[in-house]
């Protein structure tokens, strides 16, 4: 089975600027979360879609927005972006059921560098 | 902050050492995860133990969970350099919602 697929890997922007990255999981998993990981605040919890309906949202402005699309792949889309947008996003997918135990697939994150 | 605290930061070790990683959280969970990285890469899962369990083993794994003091410990026994990387442990809270919470990390090394 293919893992949690994310593209680009890397990317630079400008201020000002928007950004979308996108993440294919794997076959089967309907849930997709999205985290931002910076040296400075870790590990931060963006948002959570299942079923194309995002379940659970994390502190962030609201230049930060994601879907879900019906095959489960997502998007998340940064607007007028900061420099301190700056990290490393990472998209984790599990099969998202009741039941499922709750580990998380991680892809291999994009690298967002803001100049 | 979204995060529990992990201590230490960072541990530096000599091959076949152990080397025990702790980690408090904020709120009742339904499990506690624990996840490596090696640098700038993905996340791996390494081990989940649930709410109503004390102590897990995977391997030269070993997971302790204390839901009273709502803390948990990772021990990596008979350390080998491969094992340098980052280590987070990410809680499932009872209640809020789908989302996992992971705490700062540990940045483990690993000396040959």
């Known amino acids: 089975k293919a893992g949690v697929t994310q593209t680009p890997r890397y990317l630079i922007k400008t201020r000002g600027q928007q950004v979308t990255l996108s993440c294919s999981p794997i076959s089967g998993h309907r849930s997709v979360s999205w985290y931002q990981q910076t040296p400075g605040q870790g590990l931060q919890f963006l948002f959570e879609?299942?079923?194309?309906?995002?379940?659970n949202k994390g502190n962030f402005p609201g230049r930060f927005s994601g879907r879900q699309f019906s095959n489960s792949r997502s998007e998340m889309n940064v607007s007028t972006l900061e420099l301190g947008d700056s990290a490393l996003y990472l998209c984790?997918?599990?099969?998202?059921?009741?039941?499922?135990?709750?580990?998380?697939?991680f892809g291999e994150g994009s690298r967002l560098t803001v100049l | 902050s979204q995060q529990g605290e992990e201590d230490p930061q960072a541990l530096s070790i000599q091959e076949g050492e152990n080397a025990t990683m702790n980690c408090s959280y904020k709120t009742s969970i339904n499990n506690l995860q624990w996840y490596r990285q090696n640098s700038g890469r993905g996340l791996v899962h390494l081990i989940l133990i649930r709410s109503n369990e004390r102590e897990k083993h995977s391997g030269r794994l070993r997971v302790t969970l204390d839901t009273s003091k709502k803390s948990s410990s990772l021990l990596i026994t008979a350390s080998r350099a491969a094992d340098t990387a980052s280590y987070f442990c990410?809680?499932?809270?009872?209640?809020?919602?789908?989302?996992?919470?992971f705490g700062a990390g540990t940045r483990l090394f690993v000396k040959a």
């Open positions: 990410a809680s499932s809270p009872l209640f809020g919602g789908f989302k996992t919470i």
């Open positions: 984790a997918s599990t099969p998202g059921g009741l039941g499922h135990t709750g580990e998380l697939f």
């Open positions: 879609y299942f079923s194309e309906t995002q379940r």
